[in-house]
């Protein structure tokens, strides 16, 4: 109930109505690397993610990976969640060890037909987040590739870091390439910038880590740009 309070699509739902979605809530752990489903099969559940890193990914006629998305704490997915009839859109896989609440889809349509007043509460900030998510994609769309990098940096930063002393270490939960296809550049621009970052001393990168000596002077790169 706690963690469903928190959630923005049932914000506003009253005390019975969140108690009957939690009726029908399932707890899931998944382990690092696992695939919670794939693209184009069946959608039998809607997920929120309690704590961990989720990648979204869709496969190309080449058999080539494109990340679509990286889900963290709070987030629920697929996007297109309880309303739309199609299949999951794209393939889910565990970056690190998760944990997932998930809602199976013909429980939830049974429940709006006997609270038809979650529906239309779910719906209005649903309509809300749609116009967050064409405002987050006209931003990006405009950001040139050093400000990705480092937006996606501050969030794993965020996400998975660990501090001691004003230091952040992150254990990277993804290979350099599949860091350059997330903010869409090559993995030879992202080593660039990183190089180049290196070069400043905000951080020291190796295959499997990232630290970041100067949080506050990271941000200032993107703020000031």
């Known amino acids: 109930m ?3 309070r928190k959630t923005n699509l049932f914000h506003d739902l009253s005390e019975q109505e969140l108690k ?5 809530a399932i707890s899931r752990r ?5 695939i919670l489903f794939t693209e184009g099969s069946e959608k039998e559940c809607v997920y929120f993610i309690q704590k ?3 990648k979204t990914f869709k496969t190309d006629e080449n058999g080539h990976d494109q990340i679509v998305s990286f889900l963290s704490t709070g987030d629920m997915f697929p996007h297109i969640g309880f309303f739309h009839p199609h299949p999951y859109p794209a393939t889910a896989e565990a970056i690190v060890d998760s944990r997932l609440l998930a809602i199976p889809v013909s429980q939830f349509e049974t429940l709006m037909l006997n ?5 239309i509460k779910m719906m209005t900030v649903l309509g809300d987040k749609i116009r967050e998510l064409q405002e987050k994609i006209q931003g990006l769309t405009g950001q040139d590739v050093k400000h990705r990098v480092i937006t996606l940096l501050l969030q794993l930063a965020d996400q998975l870091g660990k501090f001691k002393d004003n230091i952040c270490v992150i254990d990277l939960p993804m290979t350099h390439q599949e860091f ?4 869409g550049t090559t993995r030879e621009t992202v080593n ?3 190089s180049q ?3 400043e001393e905000l951080l020291e990168v190796s295959r499997n880590q990232i630290i970041i000596f100067d949080l506050r002077g990271l941000k200032s790169q993107i703020s000031s740009g």
Not at 30 to 34: A, D, H, L, N
Not at 115 to 119: A, F, K, N
């Open 52 to 54: 961990g890193l989720i």
């Open 2 to 4: 706690p963690f469903l």
């Open 197 to 199: 970052l290196n070069k």
């Open 115 to 119: 609270y038809p007043s979650i529906g």
């Open 20 to 24: 009957r979605v939690a009726e029908i």
């Open 192 to 194: 660039r910038l990183l």
């Open 180 to 183: 350059a296809i997330s903010v």
């Open 30 to 34: 998944i382990s690092r690397r696992s």
